[in-house]
């Protein structure tokens, strides 16, 4: 099976500041799909010595309510196709699992996170990679 992946020039240009063991962790993020598609990352697994983790991936429609742009961003995020997932360094706690922290739902999170289009389970750009908190969508023109 083919799957396609594609980077934008704010992606690439943004890479490039980052040392070796970002670098890494994108390079993971990148074959996971090139190997399984979007289900490869949307059930991307940690595992430490107690259990096994799953790393967050989410549509970027999922702005919260009390934003005061929220219509502009959701609206954005769905025409745009927008996801993101949490890149796995910079982790804001001393208790991180290899650069993630566990969040309250139980998922992995991080301070980075690469923003991507998903256009099928087949074909993702990687278009940003932005810290949070606050979440902030990709600007239109990281999209070219």
Partial sequence: MTF????????????????????????????????????AIDNF????????YKVRNKSSDNVRTDDPDFVNKVKFAID?????FHAGFYAMDAGNIQ??????????????VIHY????????????????????LPKEDALK
């Fill in 4 to 39: 396609t992946f594609e980077v934008t020039d704010t992606f690439k240009s943004k890479l490039k500041n980052f040392g070796n063991a970002e670098k890494k962790k994108v390079v993971t993020f990148i074959t996971a799909f090139q190997k399984g598609g979007f289900s």
């Fill in 99 to 112: 650069g993630y922290n566990i969040s309250e739902r139980g998922d992995l999170t991080s301070q980075w």
């Fill in 45 to 52: 697994i940690i595992k430490d010595d107690k259990k096994e």
């Fill in 117 to 136: 289009q998903k256009f099928t389970d087949k074909h993702i750009k990687a278009v940003d990679i932005t810290p949070h908190p606050p979440f902030d």
């Fill in 80 to 84: 745009n196709k927008l996801w993101h």
